[in-house]
């Protein structure tokens, strides 16, 4: 059975940093791409960065683009995202997902969800 377990979320005020794992289990996802979402109370989920398989394409969010850094060790089916400069529009859940082949930001593309981890941005 797939199982997405994202870790790192927290409470943090404008201007830190945070970083989310998310391990995977259940098969092998070095072959796949790799992405991080997010949902604010009352919006819709959104996406923040996706990787390819190989890590050598990457693709984020206008609102996160040089702030946030995702990156995957495909040896610990594992993906991260570093968040710096965090601002109080960063507050959301944050979801970890497995796609396809191709990378994608619509939450079509994925496959397998994490369970989200809270993040929490005071001004």
């Known amino acids: 059975q797939v199982q997405l377990v994202e870790s790192g979320g927290g409470l943090v005020q404008a201007g830190a940093s945070l970083s989310l794992s998310c391990a995977a289990s259940g098969r092998t996802f070095s072959s796949v791409a790799m992405g991080w979402f997010r949902q604010a109370p009352g919006k819709e989920r959104e996406f923040v960065a996706a990787?390819?398989?190989?890590?050598?394409?990457?693709y984020y969010a206008e609102s996160v683009k040089g702030r946030f850094t995702i990156s995957r060790d495909n040896a610990k089916n594992t993906q991260y995202l570093r968040m710096n400069s965090l601002k109080p529009e960063d507050t959301a859940v944050y979801y970890c997902?497995?796609?396809?082949?191709?990378?994608?930001?619509?939450?079509?593309?994925?496959?397998?969800w994490g369970q989200g981890t809270q993040v929490t941005v005071s001004s």
């Open positions: 997902a497995v796609g396809g082949l191709r990378v994608g930001v619509g939450v079509e593309n994925y496959d397998y």
């Open positions: 990787i390819s398989w190989s890590g050598s394409n990457k």
